[in-house]
């Protein structure tokens, strides 16, 4: 049952009832996204759930704030992460005079991260 | 007919004392369960030791580098500290019972898992090392102690241990060795009230005493010199025959309850004359894991209505005149005995001192709350008086360490089986024991 043009997301046009309303130049920005796709220079065989908002869901919203706080529950030296919040790993990193840096702090209580650490939830 | 005369100036006084309760670090209420695991705790001990261990370390052996587990180097002599682990090849493991190889279980279980072939662990958090050598001997020691070791990796891979530095006994605050009048602290455990090896006219007759109700003035005079009354643990022991997981019938009910009332109404005779202090045990309503948490008042509804009568933790700290007592319902020790062996329970107590730790088997084999940012056993300040209850005899020693700490060490026996309780002399710590017996010679 193929294709044999690339039309299948102008087949299959995804209309979202909330949020983010998907590109107008979505034909051009999946031209981009082909490259990244896990079959390189096919798009008929893409599942298009894979695909949201013009390129692949393969990077988990990380932003960079995110990295750094993966980045404190990774260090060994403050212990191990799982099971505690990120906040009070901090607090308990402070006390025992571990000297953890003070900016990690300031992204935990200025909000919108994850208060967990990375593995919470997945393990 | 002579009325008869109160000669109000023969009216003993007791002897008050002050006192006051360092149970904090053992309460647990104020302490959330996020679904962490032990590692936390792990963590928080090793942290703990390994920064005072590196304080000790240049005094010990001078110009000797101190590196982690993964930065050993072959025939590089260094000082590793990490978190000991004793491999026992008789410890009950989980996955036996996963085996593929469906072997006879011996019937007998043994009270000591020890064998010769145990083996000694080091692990720190970036590695672990198997410890080889004849310095460190796998029968005194416990998965859970935190030491640091001196030595060299072999070519096998192991680390071969040539010196062991434990952290000794903490740092004790002195108290004035004034001459001061003599004050004495009865401790009692295993009182086991409503059990059946348990006789309620022997525990009585230690009420009595306590109290001034027995004797003449003489001994009543020496009771006065009592100033406070310990519980250790066990004082209550239920009829677990009841508890088969079938509904109780009403008068079972009642059967159940009656043991902590009557101990109820031993201890309101208890509270109305002097401070005494309860500490749950093994076989008493408290929670499993250490610390327990502290009997509930609604238990006691006679003696809680005292202010003398205080609900305490297991482990148990506190202070009386300045000294500084510290105990636990025997728990501790117990475990230690069955994974390490020594010529008796006081040196047990001891190796706790110097380990600086009160149970360093938990969480490992003895249950313990999963603590996220702290140790609560690890002993900061040494205590004058470290007691261990539900015993079986009584023993006593004094201990001196390296910078002139004392402690006295008291193990203190069951009294449902030996009747005895344990006075302590608050004046130059010494102690004897007070049996009561309560049968005749024919």
Not at chain 1, 92 to 103: T, Y
Not at chain 2, 102 to 124: A, C, G, Y
Not at chain 2, 280 to 299: T, V, Y
Not at chain 2, 377 to 390: A, E
Request: proline share 6%.
């Amino acid at each position: 049952m193929a294709t044999t043009s690339g039309n299948i997301k102008e087949f299959y046009r995804q209309r979202k009832k909330s949020g983010v309303s998907k590109p107008s130049n979505s034909k051009i920005s999946t031209k981009k996204s082909l490259k990244n796709a896990a079959t390189f220079g096919s798009d008929i065989t893409q599942p298009s759930a894979l695909i949201s908002h013009g390129s692949p869901d393969l990077k988990d919203d990380n932003d960079e704030n995110e990295d750094i706080l993966r980045k404190f529950d990774m260090n060994m030296a403050y212990g191990p992460c799982l099971g505690m919040t990120r906040l009070a790993r901090w607090e308990r990193a402070r006390s025992l005079g571990l000297n953890p840096p003070e900016e990690i702090e300031g992204l935990l209580k200025a909000g919108k991260v994850r208060s967990d650490c990375l593995w919470d939830g997945r393990v | 007919m002579e009325a008869m005369e109160i000669d109000s100036q023969n009216i003993l006084q007791r002897k008050q004392a002050t006192y006051s309760s360092l149970d904090d670090p053992f309460e647990i209420h104020k302490e959330t369960y996020r679904g962490q695991q032990y590692s936390q705790i792990y963590f928080a001990r090793l942290h703990l030791m390994r920064t005072l261990l590196y304080s000790l370390a240049p005094n010990w052996k001078p110009h000797l580098p101190v590196c982690t587990i993964l930065e050993l180097e072959k025939d590089r002599e260094c000082i590793i500290v990490g978190t000991l682990y004793k491999h026992m090849k008789l410890k009950p493991c989980i996955l036996d019972e996963y085996s593929k190889e469906r072997s006879v279980t011996p019937l007998v279980k043994p009270h000591n898992f020890m064998h010769p072939d145990d083996t000694l662990v080091l692990e720190d958090d970036s590695g672990r090392v198997k410890l080889s050598g004849s310095v460190l001997l796998p029968s005194i020691y416990v998965t859970g102690v935190v030491v640091a070791l001196l030595g060299k990796e072999t070519d096998a891979g192991d680390f071969l241990v040539q010196d062991v530095l434990e952290a000794g006994l903490p740092p004790q605050i002195e108290h004035p060795l004034k001459p001061r009048e003599d004050k004495h602290v009865v401790f009692v455990s295993g009182l086991s009230v409503g059990g059946s090896t348990s006789n309620p006219l022997q525990f009585q007759l230690l009420i009595d005493h306590i109290t001034g109700h027995l004797g003449d003035e003489k001994e009543q005079g020496i009771a006065a010199e009592i100033v406070h009354v310990v519980l250790a643990g066990n004082s209550v022991e239920f009829p677990r025959g009841l508890l088969n997981g079938q509904n109780l019938a009403s008068k079972d009910q009642s059967r159940l309850s009656e043991p902590i009332k009557e101990l109820d109404i031993f201890l309101t005779q208890v509270a109305a004359s002097l401070p005494l202090d309860i500490m749950p045990g093994s076989d008493d309503p408290a929670n499993f894991s250490l610390p327990q948490q502290p009997l509930n008042r609604c238990l006691f509804p006679g003696s809680s209505a005292y202010n003398t009568f205080r609900i305490c933790t297991n482990p148990h700290c506190f202070e009386v005149d300045n000294i500084r007592l510290l105990g636990t319902s025997g728990q501790n020790i117990d475990d230690l005995e069955k994974y390490s062996e020594a010529k008796d329970k006081l040196e047990f107590m001891e190796r706790t001192l110097r380990w600086r730790h009160l149970a360093p088997t938990t969480p490992n084999t003895l249950g313990c709350y999963p603590f996220v940012d702290r140790d609560p056993f690890f002993i900061d300040s040494c205590p004058h008086v470290y007691f261990v209850g539900n015993q079986d005899k009584y023993k006593t020693d004094l201990i001196k360490g390296s910078e002139g700490q004392l402690v006295r060490l008291i193990c203190i026996p069951k009294f449902c089986d030996t009747g005895v309780a344990v006075v302590l002399n608050l004046r130059n710590l010494e102690c004897h024991t007070l049996s009561f017996g309560t049968e005749f010679s024919s």
